[in-house]
């Protein structure tokens, strides 16, 4: 055999033995080099990650808030539950620490939608952990989407709000939990009990998660901005309620939780948006009448298409979202847009800071947009 030709297969076998030994190194104890007989992969709920997990580790307790094995230097709950290092730091396990978050918060949304409503401020602040979760509903969930819950209770025609919130969950979580309870609470308040019974639960659990995307824009949390829209909790409820809002303004939004004829956004039909009967409305026990709007007038008509394919916006993030024809996009995403009055199918290939790269599916054509300044 040609002796450059040996040398050079001696070398394609030790790049293919260190790649496979880095591809199977698990993410807990850092063996590597194990078959693939003995790995088992886990999602890093907090990354989104596909990690490594060894036979060994995988006995091991799961951390609460990512999912994966913990084996050293975590940190174990008065419940039982378990943290890793990483998480252990951001995790909020002081009970008053986690109720002056709610508190901050029901002021922030306040401070930052005076002009629109009022969200409610009498509101109890419960602060649980699993064997309170496990007492009140008889069960628990691992998975850390159990996080908040919200309960009213109406006693003499005024609603009475409190809220729970789990202990052990990450600050920035925490936040927006908190936010999309204490949308219910808005939702208890001013939302008559005939319209709350005509609204999807879809619908109503996408619009508590929009205001706590709005939230994390103002904060300009892109990490979690990204966790909200790729939860399937909502069923595509809340990308709806996101695009709509800023399509046509938070203002139409509330109206439609208020006085909509309709039971939940649809894709492709945003402008049942402006579907409202305020004629209908009815007071809310408890509620405060000067969040009503201000007038009745007939909602403005809906936004034009565009005449040609546009690039309106650019949501950056480690996952960024593109706005076109008024319809937001991430890679991958294939939906129809509407071009003047004809809709295009188009697949967004990728997105840039100020382009996008898409394909025409009827004509197979690519294509360059760029965002106008």
């Not at 094995?69 to 039982?80: E, I």
């Not at 309106?312 to 939906?335: Q, R, S």
Request: aromatic share 8%; charged share 25%; proline share 5%.
């Amino acid at each position: 055999m040609n002796g450059r030709f040996r040398s050079l297969l001696i070398v394609v076998f030790l790049v293919g033995f260190a790649v496979n030994s880095w591809a199977f190194r698990c993410q807990v104890c850092g063996k590597d080099g194990f078959t693939s007989t003995g790995v088992l992969i886990y999602t890093d709920w907090v990354t989104g990650e596909r990690e490594y997990v060894c036979n060994d580790c995988q006995k091991l307790p799961r951390c609460y808030i990512c999912g994966l094995p913990v084996r050293d230097g975590g940190k174990k709950l008065s419940d039982g539950r378990v943290l890793c290092t990483r998480d252990a730091r951001v995790a909020v396990v002081d009970i008053d620490e986690a109720r002056r978050t709610c508190i901050e918060i029901e002021n922030e949304l306040n401070r930052t939608y005076s002009r629109f409503t009022e969200f409610p401020t009498d509101v109890d602040i419960n602060v649980i952990d699993r064997v309170d979760w496990d007492s009140m509903t008889g069960g628990f969930s691992e998975h850390p989407s159990i996080l908040g819950l919200y309960h009213p209770e109406e006693t003499d025609g005024k609603v009475h709000h409190t809220i729970r919130l789990m202990t052990g969950q990450p600050a920035d979580r925490l936040r927006n939990v908190c936010a999309h309870e204490l949308s219910h609470a808005w939702v208890k308040q001013n939302v008559s009990a005939e319209r709350h019974q005509r609204i999807a639960r879809d619908a109503e659990e996408g619009f508590c998660e929009m205001m706590a995307y709005l939230l994390m824009d103002v904060e300009h949390n892109e990490a979690e901005k990204k966790r909200i829209l790729a939860n399937f909790y909502t069923r595509g409820q809340v990308k709806l309620f996101v695009e709509t809002e800023q399509r046509y303004g938070f203002e139409d939004i509330l109206d439609w939780m208020r006085y909509g004829t309709t039971a939940q956004l649809e894709e492709g039909h945003l402008d049942w948006i402006r579907k409202v009967d305020t004629q209908a409305a009815k007071p809310v026990a408890g509620s405060n009448t000067n969040s009503a709007p201000a007038n009745t007038l007939p909602p403005a008509p809906p936004r034009p298409a565009p005449t040609s394919l546009e690039l309106e916006g650019v949501l950056p993030g480690p996952h960024p979202m593109a706005i076109i024809n008024h319809h937001t996009f991430t890679v991958g995403d294939e939906a129809k847009v509407k071009v003047g009055a004809a809709d295009q199918t188009i697949r967004c290939l990728a997105i840039q800071k100020d382009s996008v790269h898409i394909k025409d599916t009827a004509t197979g054509k690519e294509q360059d947009l760029l965002l106008s300044r």
